[in-house]
């Protein structure tokens, strides 16, 4: 068995993440309805804010006439007065399928909203966007030449002006110039080139403090460090630490949004392998820690993945990892779920079929076509009793039919997704209820389920596309019976 | 070397060049006309762009305002081009006696002026075009890739300045008069240009600062004391403030008659006009106490001259807008005359600036006078250069 530094802290990873809610996943999925019209809308954000978010937007009705976009802030002041919406334009080959390129022009917790015009009358649907630059565009090397020859040009023109201008710029039409007047131009040329030096040597200041100031907004929004510590052996405590102190100003624990039913959802995936993973959701504490005891485990090292909803309903994950020893508990009752299987590394390629452990499977619906990155796809999965009869006995579960966590071999992409998409459910309701009180569809989508009574279908579909290729492993899950049962399936990505 | 290049000399140059341009070209030349229109439509193009960030926000290469600043390159840079290839290559060129020569080129001093000015233009718009690639599209007046724009635009202000005064110092009477009007149309918005790239920091919530006051002294003696000096008008320095107090009024009054629409969110404004500047500042006030008491320490030594000229400046100015920036924080202000109530779209309704709440840029009392210290010691130097450099000014020749 191998041996841990206990007491107090078992540790932790410490590397920043680059990305925010999901990790290295920045691009937003949802499906829901904009009034009687049922979309699926794609937005790929923009690299760098303020910058351009290209939107796509399938609608299963074949007759809208019109689709609009418009941003708007999530919350609070700027999210009541939408500027001139944009028009969407139709696909030439499929008119069901709508694409327009929009300007986001802040950071932070944004709202897409979606307009629809179409026979059955007008419809709006808002789509939450978590809006940060991803990373600082180097200068292309050509460029680079082109502006420095450009500005050699300018230094020694101005030089060569100024110089010219003290020469002769005095003297009388035909005057020759005197020998006084040459030496003072010299004199002044040297002094001008010292000033150029100076002014280029200030500018490239300027410039560094610039782009400074633009990375440390790049890093406020990237992942903060889940600081995991194990206390009286069961115990896993979880602080959000951010390397910019103004973050916890920003993100007060105190005032996180409950995201379907929880503050927190934490996943625990055992690495490497993705043999097991736990989805827990601790309880706040009074010193703005997360905090839960933890069920049975086995030893090893854990990647650590915790979603949280800050006020304004910009989704954040926390990541880190920890080594942990054997742990004795037991599972809390009521939405902590767990799932232990083979590793990941054993099964390259699709899995399609999942056997759950109560009896019953899912079965993932995947079209033999290799799966492709950055390819916006709806994930379906039918669960089956025993006997490959349609599950009839499932239940929502913390309000939806289905979650499904998707990650990369690597850890570098963990997405939570729900039916509704990829954005966080508190965030969606956020968007919701801006909208205009006769849009026919206020609560849309296949979403929060108001009651355990509405009979859910035993198929759920996810709208996600995989960022980078790669190989995955898809967590999904499910409630039928009373049983939180996961489902676990892996992809190959081109 | 571009100095062995001989000069043909015009017989009637040679006999008696000012006499010459008083008599014979009473008309202002094509170049400085072309000159002009380009100083103006980087003006009207400037300030129309700027409106249209604040209202419309989405901005394309063919935005009208963008056409008229390119418009301004275009035509200073070829015209200016012209002139510096046909004094160069045309050897009986009238403007080859009264050119200077640079990198085997001869033209007008003021061309090649342009000419760099149009240099910088074109470098600022690949720059400009990777800076919001790298880090986003920038809504500020001050960024590297604009400042190098402004500096372009102000180079082509300059270079007109220069080839109206190389007229000007060998021009005299109805000639003369005509080109001194020009000289104060240039100065004009050369001063408005500086005044403008620095708005950012002279806004109504900052004016119970003494950094309004370092950011004002930094811009406004300079261009003051250069016209005086350079123009001899006894009332230099009012009529150029004049001009610029009822070019900003133009914008003021007549932007917000154009419908507009923000077309980028998120939207925190109402807008439904072009969005106008703030309500000049008050500079006439010092200009004409500049005026005043330059005429009465002419004769004094240049720096008692130019400490006097800032103090009459610094105090005068304080003295009028220090109450006036309250009055622009009242509802009194909010009305189509002041324009007090007209706020960018991106502008939240926390910020202090629709709040009409004053911000304070120094902690202390103490603090605020050291800060009025140097803002008079700032004044005070650029004045001093402000007449070195007009006296410059009126020694240009070609």
């Known amino acids: 068995m191998r041996r841990f530094s206990l007491p107090a802290t078992f540790l932790f990873l410490l590397a920043v993440v680059p990305a925010h809610a999901h990790v290295g996943s920045p691009d937003v999925f949802c499906e829901g309805n904009a009034g009687p019209y049922h979309l699926f809308v794609t937005i790929r954000v923009p690299q760098v804010i303020p910058g351009v978010a290209e939107i796509q937007v399938h609608t299963e009705s074949p007759d809208i006439r019109t689709v609009q976009v418009v941003p708007l802030r999530l919350t609070g002041p700027g999210s009541n007065f939408p500027p001139t919406p944009d028009l969407a334009t139709s696909s030439k080959d499929d008119p069901q399928f709508f694409t327009a390129s929009l300007w986001l022009m802040e950071w932070g917790a944004l709202q897409v909203r979606i307009l629809v015009d179409g026979p059955q009358g007008k419809g709006e649907l808002s789509v939450p966007v978590p809006s940060f630059a991803q990373r600082t565009m180097p200068m292309q090397k050509s460029l680079g030449a082109l502006l420095l020859v450009l500005m050699l040009v300018l230094s020694v023109g101005v030089i060569s002006i100024v110089g010219a201008c003290v020469r002769e710029g005095n003297l009388e039409p035909s005057e020759i110039p005197a020998p006084r007047n040459k030496r003072a131009a010299k004199w002044v040329m040297a002094a001008s080139a010292v000033a150029v030096l100076a002014i280029l040597y200030l500018a490239r200041a300027w410039w560094g403090l610039e782009a400074q100031n633009f990375q440390r907004r790049v890093d406020f929004y990237k992942s903060p460090v889940a600081q995991a510590t194990l206390v009286n052996g069961n115990r896993l405590v979880i602080r959000a630490k951010h390397e910019n102190p103004r973050w916890y100003d920003y993100v007060k624990m105190e005032e996180l949004l409950p995201d379907h039913d929880h503050l927190m959802h934490l996943f625990l995936i055992r690495s490497p392998g993705l043999d097991s993973m736990w989805h827990l959701h601790p309880d706040r504490m009074a010193d703005g820690t997360f905090a839960e005891d933890l069920p049975a485990m086995p030893e090893g090292r854990y990647e650590i993945f915790a979603d949280i909803v800050d006020k304004r309903g910009y989704p954040w994950t926390l990541v880190g990892s920890i080594d942990m020893p054997q742990i004795n508990g037991k599972l809390t009752p009521g939405d902590d779920s767990s799932w232990s299987g083979a590793p990941l590394s054993a099964s390259p390629g699709n899995s399609t079929i999942s056997q759950l452990s109560g009896g019953g499977r899912i079965v993932w619906q995947c079209a033999s076509a290799p799966l492709k990155a950055n390819v916006p796809l709806e994930f379906k999965f039918s669960v089956q009793e025993e006997h490959g009869n349609p599950a009839q006995d499932m239940q929502p579960y913390m309000g939806m039919a289905g979650h499904a966590e998707f990650v990369r071999s690597d850890f570098s992409v963990f997405a939570h997704l729900h039916p509704a998409g990829s954005v966080s459910m508190a965030a969606l309701e956020l968007a919701q209820t801006g909208l205009p009180a006769s849009s026919p569809m206020q609560a849309p989508m296949p979403m929060p389920m108001p009651a355990a009574t509405v009979p859910i279908s035993p198929e759920v579909r996810f709208p996600y596309g995989f960022p980078q290729p790669g190989d995955y492993r898809i967590f999904l899950q499910i409630k039928h019976s009373g049983r939180i049962d996961t489902g676990v399936f892996d992809a190959r990505v081109q | ?398």
């Open chain 2, 1 to 398: 070397m571009a100095d062995a290049i001989p000069i043909p000399v015009p017989s009637r140059v040679q006999a008696s060049p000012v006499d010459r341009i008083s008599a014979e070209a009473i008309s202002i030349p094509w170049y400085i006309w072309s000159c002009l229109v380009a100083v103006l439509s980087s003006v009207v193009g400037g300030a129309w762009d700027i409106s249209w960030h604040e209202s419309v926000g989405r901005d394309t290469f063919w935005t009208p305002a963008h056409m008229l600043i390119y418009l301004c390159g275009v035509l200073s840079g070829i015209s200016c081009g012209y002139l510096i290839l046909s004094t160069t290559f045309r050897k009986d060129s009238p403007l080859r006696a009264s050119s200077i020569s640079m990198w085997s080129f001869r033209g007008p001093m003021g061309a090649f002026i342009c000419a760099w000015g149009g240099v910088a233009m074109i470098t600022s718009a690949p720059f400009d075009n990777w800076w919001h690639e790298a880090y986003g599209l920038d809504v500020k007046i001050l960024s590297p890739p604009h400042v190098l724009l402004a500096l372009g635009m102000l180079a082509i202000r300059f270079g007109t300045l220069v080839m109206v005064l190389s007229e000007l110092n060998r021009a005299h009477g109805a000639y003369r008069a005509k080109l001194e009007r020009l000289l104060f149309f240039v100065f004009t918005f050369l001063m408005g240009m500086t005044l403008g790239i620095a708005q950012e920091y002279t806004g109504r919530v900052l004016m119970h600062g003494a950094s309004f006051y370092v950011v004002v002294m930094l811009i406004a003696p300079i261009w003051l004391a250069a016209v005086a000096t350079a123009s001899k008008h006894p009332w230099a320095a009012t009529i150029m403030t004049a001009m610029y107090t009822a070019v900003h009024f133009a914008f003021t009054w007549l932007l917000p008659l154009v419908p507009a629409e923000p077309k980028l969110g998120p939207v925190y404004q109402k807008i439904t006009h072009l969005v106008p500047p703030d309500f000049p500042l008050l500079l006439i006030v010092p200009a004409i106490v500049f005026d005043l008491t330059r005429r009465a320490t002419a004769n004094w030594n240049r720096w008692a001259q130019a400490v006097t000229l800032a103090a009459a400046f610094l105090a005068s100015f304080a003295a009028v807008q220090w109450p006036f920036a309250d009055f622009l924080m009242s509802p009194a202000a909010r009305n189509w005359f002041f324009a007090a109530d007209n706020y960018p779209y991106f502008v939240p309704p926390a910020s202090p600036w629709v709040r009409n709440v004053f911000v304070p840029t120094e902690p202390t009392l103490t603090a605020f006078w050291v800060r009025m210290a140097t803002a008079l010691l700032v004044g005070a130097l650029m004045t001093l250069i402000g007449l070195a450099w007009g006296d410059w000014m009126r020694r240009i020749r070609r």
